[in-house]
């Protein structure tokens, strides 16, 4: 989520008018990419509710990386 909030922050957020697009937005994006891949490594084999939060999370985590490269090519 923190890589989130700063993407939204580089990319001026809370004005309107001063959304833009900004090279620096590509630091939240590896760093939410970085964090799905030490999340995998939480996977089970076993079908459980352990393995269903990962998911979520990984879910979770890829809508990130989605509005991240959103907004680092659309402001």
Same mark, same amino acid.
Request: hydrophobic residues 65%; proline residues 0%.
């Given at each position: 989520m923190a890589a989130f909030v700063i993407s939204l922050r580089l990319g001026g957020f809370p004005d309107i008018?001063?959304?833009? $697009? $900004?090279?620096?937005?590509?630091v939240p994006t590896l760093m939410t990419f970085a964090g799905m891949i030490d999340l995998v490594r939480c996977l089970g084999r076993r079908h459980n509710?352990?393995?269903a939060s990962v998911l979520?999370?990984?879910y979770t985590g890829l809508m990130?990386?989605?509005?991240s490269v959103f907004l680092?090519?659309?402001p």
């Open positions: 008018n001063a959304l833009h $697009s $900004s090279r620096w937005q590509a509710l352990h393995y979520i999370f990984l990130i990386l989605a509005m680092f090519f659309f």
